[in-house]
């Protein structure tokens, strides 16, 4: 028997008699962004939502579920774009049927993002139209053109970065700074973006130096700025042990710059590298004004260089640590094996003493140098410095040698053991004077000790 086939034609509800059901709105958000904070990308961001307003009000069809704007946001990645992912959430709770954008590189300029967020709409039944590119996401031919001009705006994003970073290195090899002063402790810009010293940051950033060189570790400068309140470079007033030593290497402190110092190692996450030489760098000398003279900026480096071969030369892995001052922590070592000598407190009898670290060893005794009460080594400082004292002019032609044709950091220490002595004699432990003058202590006994002092005399005592 041969097959029938029979079209049935689509009916027309009108011709069946039936009402037609009204027509359910669209509710219809618009997506806007800009990528900087230029008074002219600005206008055009306020002109996106201006525009999106009006557009969306004057459609019949159309409801407004809202304009969702980022400002001043690179639209290379999601992560900081918080109306972006505001606008999908509402997606996914079903508050939002269509979203507008001007253009591919307004929703996203990064090929993988563009595709799974527009996929993740569509599979909710929610489309997305690109007005430049006269492209609907659910409509089905759009998808091949959609990919395609996707990658071409992750590349104008690429073209984007290099040709700032071109521009970026040719400001750098012409002496040219590119520096965020509002993340910058001690200076502005004037209006020919030039450095210019901040006088109350200034003051902050001197006494950091003054205090390092003094013998205040970084921790203890940080808790002391941030007990007192005092003002960092966004005005707040938590202060770390890193942010100071990020201030007192920092050579821009002195009228120095060294250009491109980090990179970006990839223009889609903006994630910054530390430069170990993959990139050219620039130095440029007395390139402004600088808070601290060269003389101080380079003792302090030399005081940090010191304190790295201290700690290689005793085997230990820090230097006069902690907020509290200790003078003699990490300064105390065995004049039997060489191992430090560690702290050890019974706060409810009273008493401080200090052991061999090497004590013991495996459950045996391996040094047998005996304990010292911290009582003692006071002892034994204030008798040591005031040996130094009444050996003043013995040594001050050294000093003043010293002051005159030494290193930044041997000027510093002459000068600041000649103004201790000069002082007169210790009548009992000061631990700020321990911590300003002293290295360390070898221990030869549980009463005989030798201290070196940072100028270089050394001084042996028994108490």
């Not at 071409?152 to 290195?169: H, Y």
């Not at 900026?297 to 940090?304: S, Y």
Request: glycine share 8%; with cysteine.
């Amino acid at each position: 028997m041969a097959r029938s086939i029979t079209v049935i034609p689509a009916r027309n509800r009108q011709a069946s008699g039936h009402r037609a059901a009204p027509q359910k709105k669209i509710r219809v958000a618009a997506y806007c962004r800009v990528s900087t904070d230029q008074e002219d990308q600005l206008h055009s961001f306020e002109a996106q939502v201006d525009y999106y307003t009006k557009y969306i009000n004057d459609h019949e069809n159309y409801e407004m579920a809202g304009i969702y704007a980022d400002e001043g946001i690179s639209g290379t990645n999601t992560k900081k774009r918080e109306q972006f992912k505001r606008m999908i959430v509402d997606c996914g709770k079903g508050k939002i049927d269509l979203v507008i954008t001007k253009s591919i590189s307004r929703f996203a300029r990064n090929t993988q993002d563009c595709l799974m967020y527009s996929r993740k709409l569509k599979n909710l039944g929610i489309g997305i139209i690109f007005e430049k590119e006269n492209i609907n996401t659910l409509d089905s031919t759009g998808e091949l053109l959609f990919t395609i001009l996707s990658s071409l705006a992750q590349d104008e994003s690429r073209n984007i970065s290099e040709n700032c970073k071109w521009g970026i290195r040719t400001k750098f090899k012409n002496g040219e700074m590119h520096l965020n002063t509002f993340k910058f402790l001690g200076y502005d810009k004037d209006e020919n973006g030039k450095l210019i010293i901040n006088r109350e940051q200034a003051k902050t950033v001197r006494r950091i130096y003054r205090d390092f060189l003094w013998g205040l570790n970084p921790a203890q400068i940080a808790k002391e700025l941030e007990e007192e309140q005092v003002p960092g470079c966004l005005g707040q007033t938590k202060w770390y042990a890193s942010t100071v030593i990020g201030i007192l290497k920092q050579e821009k402190h002195m009228g120095d710059a060294l250009l491109q110092k980090t990179y970006t190692a990839d223009f889609l996450t903006k994630r910054q590298v530390k430069n170990n030489g993959e990139v050219a760098q620039v130095y440029v000398r007395d390139s402004h004004k600088g808070i601290v003279d060269k003389e101080t900026w380079n003792a302090v480096q030399e005081e940090f260089e010191r304190r790295e071969k201290f700690m290689q030369k005793h085997g230990t892995d820090r230097y006069s640590y902690g907020s509290e001052c200790y003078p003699f922590c990490e300064k105390i070592f065995c004049g039997e094996c060489g191992s430090l000598f560690t702290r050890h407190s019974w706060k409810s009898r009273g008493i401080i003493q200090w052991q061999c670290k090497n004590h013991r060893k495996d459950g045996k005794v391996a040094c047998t140098n005996a304990y010292v009460d911290d009582a003692d080594l006071e002892k034994g400082f204030i008798k040591a410095f005031n040996r130094l004292v009444g050996e003043r002019e013995k040594h001050i032609e050294r000093w003043n040698s010293m002051k005159l044709d030494g290193t930044p950091l041997e000027k510093i220490r002459a000068g600041q053991m000649m103004e201790a002595t000069e002082s007169g004699q210790l009548q009992q432990y000061v631990p700020e004077a321990a911590q300003l003058v002293l290295e360390e202590i070898t221990i030869f006994g549980a009463k005989k000790y030798e201290f070196a002092f940072l100028e270089g005399s050394r001084v042996k005592v028994s108490v």
